[in-house]
């Protein structure tokens, strides 16, 4: 059975940083995709970064584009999201997915991930 735990939010200042980890289990993840969503009070969850597990290939919605990096770590069983210059509209609860075919679907939508962690939450303040 697939596992995803999140760690790492909390309450930051804008413009700090916080770097979010996702620890995956259950399964190898080597054709897999590692996605990070959001979402925020009142509205859909969005799609935030994404990589592809074994092609290392990562894509990022516009609004963090040069300011968060998705990495995972050499053993392929953790992701992390390295945030920086955190602004106040990025307060949100944050999870990370896994779809277990990198092949199919893409990589913005959420409904091509099989597996979701239980979120944690950031907040940024102003």
């Known amino acids: 059975q697939v596992q995803l735990v999140e760690s790492g939010g909390g309450l930051v200042q804008a413009g700090g940083s916080l770097r979010l980890s996702c620890a995956a289990s259950g399964r190898t993840f080597s054709h897999s995709r590692m996605g990070w969503f959001r979402q925020a009070p009142g509205k859909e969850r969005e799609f935030v970064a994404a990589i592809n597990w074994s092609l290392g290939s990562t894509f990022y919605a516009e609004s963090v584009k040069g300011r968060f990096t998705i990495t995972t770590d050499n053993a392929g069983n953790t992701v992390y999201l390295q945030m920086n210059s955190l602004k106040p509209e990025d307060t949100a609860v944050y999870y990370c997915?896994?779809?277990?075919?990198?092949?199919?679907?893409?990589?913005?939508?959420?409904?091509?991930?099989?597996?979701w962690g239980q979120g944690t939450q950031v907040t940024v303040s102003s």
């Open positions: 997915a896994v779809d277990v075919n990198l092949y199919i679907g893409s990589h913005y939508n959420p409904a091509d991930y099989n597996y």
